[in-house]
């Protein structure tokens, strides 16, 4: 069962507009998957390493809004778990292509989530809306990553179980990845750290191919004709009503 966690409500042009996925590595059975591991207690809170994979969003749509972005999880637990997901993202320019530069637009773009609940061995797909003005679609090759944390405690998760939790490995049917992964040697948050400590990888030797369970969607933006027609309808609308009036 697929679950969804509203980071922030839509606008309301934005829940009128119609949505693309622009990058899709979701997968419908999971046969593997990745984890972070490392999990490490940073002051009162324990938390993963970051891993990451690179991810190419299909062309024409670079500056608009990112709408939702949704990640494949797995419980490689035998027992129920609730943990916090916490989402980064960079740009390819790094060394060798490594993440680089923190992904900045509109400004430093992160999220951490509420805590959520996985039942033993399951995996899960959760899906974060945003709002407008969040963050917006790369014009080129990005990181995506992710780390795990215990919320200080109050997840009440232990740090082997944390070891645990990992992303499912899918291959893009909408944009591309490259057979690479990207982990960071120790744990933390990362939020707006740029370069961080890690190495690329490409752990099954390309089988399969090294990419993760991603997903991101923006907004369709209307033709300029369709906009047209939109504008010209308004118009008479306005021209009605005021004759109504007279």
Avoid at 41 to 48: F, H, K, P, S, V
Avoid at 98 to 112: D, E, R
Avoid at 133 to 138: E, Y
Avoid at 149 to 163: E, K, Y
Wanted: proline letters at 5%; zero cysteines; hydrophobic letters at 45%.
């Amino acid at each position: 069962m697929k679950k969804a966690l509203i980071i922030a409500a839509l606008g309301l042009v934005g829940a009128a507009q119609a949505q693309v996925t622009i990058y899709d590595a979701t997968t419908a059975t999971v046969t593997n998957f990745l984890a972070p591991g490392g999990a490490t207690l940073q002051g009162t809170n324990t938390i993963t390493n970051l891993i990451a994979d690179d991810v190419n969003v299909i062309g024409g749509f670079a500056g608009n809004d990112v709408t939702s972005f949704s990640f494949e999880l797995v419980n490689n637990n035998a027992a129920s778990v609730s943990f916090r997901p916490r989402v980064r993202f960079w740009n390819a320019d790094g060394a060798g292509g490594a993440p680089g530069t923190y992904y900045s637009q509109p400004s430093a773009v992160g999220f951490t989530f509420n805590a959520v609940t996985m039942a033993a061995n399951t995996a899960t797909t959760f899906t974060g809306t945003l709002a407008a003005n969040s963050m917006k679609v790369p014009s080129a090759t990005m990181w995506f990553g992710i780390t795990f944390d215990d919320n200080s405690g109050a997840t009440l998760i232990t740090a082997a179980q944390l070891n645990n939790i990992g992303v499912a490995v899918g291959q893009p049917t909408v944009g591309t990845s490259a057979d690479q992964i990207f982990t960071t040697t120790a744990a933390g948050s990362y939020f707006n750290v740029a370069n961080p400590a890690g190495a690329l990888s490409s752990p099954f030797s390309g089988n399969p191919p090294a990419n993760l369970g991603f997903k991101i969607t923006t907004a369709a933006v209307p033709e300029p004709a369709s906009m047209a027609v939109l504008g010209l309808g308004a118009i008479a609308m306005i021209r009605r009503r005021r004759s109504k009036k007279a």
